[in-house]
Every structure is written in C-alpha cells, then in structure tokens.
C-alpha cells in the first residue's frame, strides 16, 4: 500500500466539508450566547449537523475510486452520523435522557478515527498533526461525557459549544486536504 493512494486532494467535493465545517462553527458561537435554551437546542442544532456532516462524508466517499485506502471509514462515519442525526432530530425526549452518551460514543469514534487518519496521512497532508491532537481531545472529552452524566445541561451547553467551534475549523483543514491537488508538471 503506497500513502500516495490515499483519498487526500482527490476529490472535487472538497467545498462541502468546508460548507459543513463553517455551519458547525456557526452553531458552536450561537450556544456560547445562549446556554440557557442551548440543552434543548444542543440536541437538535447536532442532530441536523450530523445529519449534513454524514451525507457530506457519503457523497465523498461514493465519489473516490475503491482503490484509495480510507474511504470506509468515511462511509462508516457518514451512515453513523445520519442515524444518529435522525434519532436526536426525531425524538428530543429520549435525545434529552441521553444526549451525554450520544456525544460520548460519537466523539470516541470520531477520535479514534482522526487518531488513525492522523498517522496515516503524515506523509501526505500538512495538517496530519491537527488530525492527531483533534483526536485526542475527542476521546479526551468522550470521557468527560461519560462522566458528566448526573448534571450534563451545564457541562454539555459549555463544552459543545466549544467543541462545535474546534470541530468546525478542524473541518475547514480537513476540507483544504482533500481538495485536488495540481502538479506543477501536468
């Protein structure tokens, strides 16, 4: 397997993880200014943001030749994004009783993945170290989640909008990787 045939710079819908990344910072900055309704909003402003984020990562992942290694974990990602979406847009009852462990289990695996992404890609991507610390702080605060759960509507209001903000410049790096890259010989 030669790192070069990785999916990074060769995917022309580069812009739609920007899209989604500017989006997830936005939401992040409007729960700073309002905690009070942020516990309620939380669960639905990051149900439909995972819902975007997770087709974004479909349509990605459809578009790249089988041939480049990585695109699974986009495709994983993506389906997980979107069913979880769904199940925090639909019923915001239960997204309520059990938003902590929603954010805990999302962010363990999306922190795994930039962890693996991370060492993947250093021979190809400048940013690979934002990758790896984005990874760690992810599992880092899956397990604050975990542990947050008897009084989570001040950690989560806090935390998330916080965590929406780095998530979404995070994904404006990641969408400067994967967009095409020109040889100066072509």
């Not at 902590?100 to 795994?112: D, H, N, Q, S, V």
């Amino acid at each position: 397997m030669d790192i070069i045939d990785s999916f990074f710079g060769k995917t022309k819908y580069w812009w739609l993880i920007l899209i989604a990344g500017i989006c997830i910072a936005i939401v992040g900055i409007w729960l700073l200014f309002f905690p009070i309704e942020g516990y309620i909003i939380i669960a639905q402003a990051f149900g439909w943001c995972l819902l975007l984020s997770g087709i974004f990562q479909i349509v990605i992942a459809a578009s790249i030749e089988k041939k480049f290694h990585g695109w699974g974990w986009w495709l994983a990602g993506g389906i997980i994004d979107i069913i979880i979406g769904l199940i925090l847009v639909v019923n915001l009852g239960l997204s309520m009783e059990v938003l902590p462990y929603f954010f805990a289990f999302i962010f363990l695996f999306k922190g795994i993945e930039n962890i693996v992404a991370s060492f993947v890609s250093i021979s190809v991507n400048k940013f690979w170290w934002l990758y790896l610390i984005n990874g760690v702080l992810m599992v880092i605060l899956s397990w604050i989640f975990f542990s947050s759960v008897n009084n989570p509507t001040f950690i989560i209001d806090f935390l998330v909008s916080i965590i929406l903000i780095y998530w979404g410049i995070s994904m404006l790096f990641l969408s400067f990787d994967l967009k095409p890259r020109h040889k100066l010989n072509e």
